[in-house]
């Protein structure tokens, strides 16, 4: 186990893609809001020992009610976001009082996350100090160029999708997100900072199951996976 092992939880976006009247880590899955299922899932897991939450500003206080009513124990902050997720990550990090060993960073909007994935990518960044959550791509990925012409066609053996958690050993995101900050790097995800300074980043397999809520149609597929999950427990 991790020395101490922080969670930060970016969940400051404006879910445009969704298109719902609410953020969408707000919406409804099995009756609980997608933020208290994420959270749920850190909170219940023994290598985590905090976890701050990054919430967009103005909706902090909704925030801090979820916590109060779903009893999140380990929830030691809840931060202002910024413009871009890079930025609500910075800001949660910067959050972290004292130091840790381990920072991991989970999308708010993932949650069907498991505790299983978290114990094995917290143990990659403690053997290489970056780790990230990866699945194989299922189709073929086309480099498309003007006019929507196919320039060429990628070796799919080779071509993994990222996910979140992505963890680190904490000395090495400091930099590697300072690193980016200086230099006006914004990256799509957190290891992509490491890789550019050229550190050792580990892949975790994960689950397509952990699926990232970003278009209507993901919310059905996670309803149906929590609802056959919920199934298989009782
Ligand atoms: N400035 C931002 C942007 C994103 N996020 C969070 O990062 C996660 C992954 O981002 P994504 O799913 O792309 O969310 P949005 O940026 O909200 O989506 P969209 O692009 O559709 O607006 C989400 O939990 C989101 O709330 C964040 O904390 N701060
Ligand atoms: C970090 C991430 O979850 C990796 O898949 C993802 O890139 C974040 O979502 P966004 O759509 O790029 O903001």
Known sequence: MADKCVAIIPAAGQGKRMNASVNKQFLSLQGMPVIVHTLRVFDECAAV???IL???AGEEHFY???ITEYEI??????VTGGRERQDSVYNGVLSIRGGCEIVIIHDGARPLITQDLILKTIAAAQETGAAVVCVPVKDTIKV???NQRVKKTLDRQLLWQAQTP???RYGIFIEAIESARADCFMGTDDTSLVERLGGDVKV?????????ITTPEDLILAEAIMARR???CG
């Open 49 to 51: 020992d905090e976890i």
């Open 144 to 146: 498309v160029g003007e």
């Open 73 to 78: 124990r380990k929830l030691t902050g809840i």
């Open 166 to 168: 992505q963890a680190f």
């Open 230 to 232: 919920n199934k298989q």
């Open 54 to 56: 990054v919430a967009a």
């Open 64 to 66: 801090r009610k979820l």
């Open 204 to 212: 975790v397999p994960g689950s397509y199951e952990n699926l990232k």
